[in-house]
């Protein structure tokens, strides 16, 4: 097969010359919380797109995406109704839908110039800086993806990137059968690399859900500063330092029913010595409003943040307070292995909510196959329910 990046000579060599793409990645997930029984689930989720080549900048993508399951009544999605109800939740349904399909135009084979534009329409991926507030939520089987007009651009300026879009559905992790809200939603994020030590990044995040989750309707408007500290380009075997530090004011907007005014906080440092490992310590702040209602990501990949185990993918009302410290390491037989421990607080009252503690070993078999075990364990405190989950996870794509 021709190179898909190569510009197509016709219509029918761009529709026939492109690329096949395929990721299938067997899960099984073992979780356990308080008041509820133990589930167990092994899916296989399996994507299948094609992408065609390029005329005159113009080109298309099409993805289909299907999750199965060898026992459906071993765990529980709420958000579908499937499964046992007694059981905890594992948000793995299953069914097949259409993950992203969209036209994009990259004027990028005959530009001349250093302006850099990359248009699409149509169902899409999209994740903006670290995901914490616009993201695909990869770790579930169903991902998050966006039906949409986005636009990503550099104006010209080198160090420059900016990208907007306008949102009218968001397909979530709970497949075809889940609710999957319309959306009159504008996204705005741009970014300006002043140095390697320092990135400025600000946005503007203006969601409203209809009657779907009218709740979930915000405004959101924030900066966050990132960069590299002691960073030598011509080494690759020196000690290095990563910083973020990011802020963001949300109130509500839209059809949200509740009026509320609420801020975030991050800042996270991480030391990193190539081919050794890492260490990282930061906190999040979600503050709430007089405990009425507290700083949501509607759009996050909520699973990275606050813990594997998943109990505070909506924030509550009384805001959370995460205090984190963790580390990685390369270990033998080209294992990558890290460990991360929370601590969690209410924003109202400073109330103890429990600690965290996060396991990760993973390793790349070949250049398309990898292997990954997980593990997380909530202690929880003043209702928070203790939760344990384990995962074992095989990738193969290409």
């Known amino acids: ?25 067997l899960r099984f997930e073992h979780a356990d919380t308080t008041g509820s029984r133990s589930s167990a689930a092994v899916t296989n989720r399996l994507r299948l797109g094609y992408e065609s080549k390029p005329i005159e900048g113009f080109s298309g993508f099409i993805e289909m995406e299907n999750v199965s399951t060898f026992d459906g009544d ?3 999605v709420p958000a579908t109704g499937d499964g046992d109800p007694t059981r905890t939740v594992i948000a793995d349904p299953i069914g097949t839908e259409i993950n992203q399909a969209y036209l994009r135009y990259n004027p990028k084979h005959f530009n001349d110039s250093d302006l850099s534009l990359d248009l699409r329409a149509g169902r899409q991926r999209i994740i903006l800086d670290d995901s914490r507030f ?6 579930r ?11 990503r651009t550099n104006f010209g300026l080198e160090r420059f990137s900016a990208f907007y879009a306008y949102i009218w559905g968001v397909q979530r992790v709970f497949g075809p059968d889940g609710l999957n809200p319309e959306s009159e939603s504008h ?3 741009a970014s300006y690399r002043v140095a390697p030590e320092l990135s400025v990044t600000s946005f503007a995040y203006l969601l409203d859900f209809k009657s779907d989750l009218p709740a979930n309707s915000s405004d959101t408007y924030g900066v966050r500063l990132s960069g590299k500290l002691f960073d030598d380009p011509n080494k690759t075997d020196h000690l290095f330092a990563e910083y973020e530090l990011t802020y963001a004011n949300q109130t509500d907007a839209g ?8 801020d975030f906080y991050a800042a996270q440092l991480k030391l990193t010595q190539p081919n050794l490992g890492y260490l990282v310590a930061g906190y999040q702040f979600l503050g709430s409003d007089n405990g009425v ?11 990275k943040f606050q813990g594997f185990a998943d109990n505070f993918l909506t924030t509550p009302a009384g805001g959370l307070q ?23 607080w209410s924003d109202q009252g400073s109330n103890d909510l429990g600690y965290e503690i996060d396991v990760v070993a993973s390793k790349k078999l070949s250049p398309n196959w990898s292997v990954l075990a997980k593990y997380a364990y909530f202690d929880g405190d003043r209702t928070q329910p203790d939760t344990e989950r384990v995962w074992f996870m095989t990738t193969f794509k290409f």
Not at 141 to 149: H, K, L, N, R, S
Not at 330 to 343: A, C, F, N, S
């Open 1 to 25: 097969m021709s190179d898909p990046d190569e510009p197509a000579d016709d219509l029918f060599d761009a529709l026939t010359s492109g690329k096949i793409h395929l990721d299938n990645r």
């Open 74 to 76: 071993a765990y529980f």
């Open 134 to 139: 616009v993201g695909n939520v990869g770790w």
């Open 141 to 151: 089987q169903f991902e998050q993806t966006y039906d949409a007009v986005s636009i």
């Open 187 to 189: 996204i705005i994020n």
């Open 255 to 262: 059809r949200n029913p509740t009026s509320y005014d609420a």
């Open 293 to 303: 209602f507290a700083f949501r990501f509607p759009l996050g990949t909520n699973h």
């Open 322 to 344: 995460d205090l984190y410290f963790g580390f990685g390491a390369d270990l033998t037989w080209g294992i990558k292995g890290r460990v991360t421990y929370h601590q969690f």
